[in-house]
């Protein structure tokens, strides 16, 4: 079983950047793959980026390409998402998740989630 904790949320004007965090625990993270998704008011959730257990595959949804990226350190249990010329749009509750997937685009591919970091960008 993976427990996971985001951090780095917070406020930002447009244009600007922040780094989320994803500390997991238990021995297991590196075999897990690791995804990003986020929830805006009214909203349902939807996929923003992936990563499998080696790092080496990562997928982006159309809408963050080029300006998010997501990592992981293994030794250190953890998942991290630069994000880039951020827009209002990227206002939203932003989580991570592991599941048994190379690098899953849905929900359904992850069993286990983090609380939620809520990350705000004003124009």
């Known amino acids: 079983q993976v427990q996971l904790v985001e951090s780095g949320g917070g406020s930002v004007q447009a244009g600007g950047s922040l780094r989320l965090s994803c500390a997991a625990s238990g021995s297991t993270f590196r075999r897990y793959g690791m995804g990003w998704f986020r929830q805006a008011p009214g909203k349902e959730r939807e996929f923003v980026t992936a990563?499998?257990?080696?790092?080496?595959?990562?997928y982006d949804a159309d809408s963050v390409k080029g300006r998010f990226s997501i990592t992981r350190d293994n030794a250190k249990n953890t998942v991290h998402l630069q994000m880039n010329s951020l827009k209002p749009e990227d206002t939203a509750v932003y989580y991570c998740a592991a599941g048994w997937v190379v690098a899953g685009t849905g929900e359904y591919d992850y069993d286990y989630w983090g609380p939620g970091t809520q990350v705000t960008v004003s124009s």
């Open positions: 990563i499998s257990w080696s790092g080496e595959t990562t």
